[in-house]
């Protein structure tokens, strides 16, 4: 991932902000969508994009695009460094490795009738501790 090249590829569009900020809310367009096409991008190796397209799979659209937003500060220069932060903890946390799961050894493994088994003694000795209620109406 080379973060020069991936920062000149990225586009933002602004827009009317929602939630406090008074009259500053209705004037200034402060809220700032980052837009980065994850296909196209010459920042990215060929693994690296399908790493991100499979595990960003809610956060691109259906045309590709990768949308970050933030709108938290009054100002949009504020808002555009919050969502670039944003955008480039999402690409590292998802382009990290997945660690190796260990072997687990096959003596430490469950066997699975010896489970059963044992579940179904103690399902049999928790239905015997409950208590038997008479019959309601007795036939003779």
Known sequence: MDQLI???ELK???SRSSGSG???VNKVETRVELIFEPALSHGLTDEEKALLLER???KITKEGHLIVVAQESRS???NRT???KRFFALLEKSLEPEPER????ERLVAH???RKKTKKITSEKKSNRKKVSPPLHEED
């Open 82 to 84: 919050l969502a670039i």
């Open 112 to 114: 699975p009738v010896k």
């Open 22 to 24: 008074g009259q500053n």
């Open 12 to 14: 933002f569009r602004t």
């Open 6 to 8: 991936i920062e000149k």
């Open 102 to 105: 260990e072997e687990i050894p």
């Open 76 to 78: 949009q220069a504020a």
């Open 56 to 58: 960003l799979p809610n």
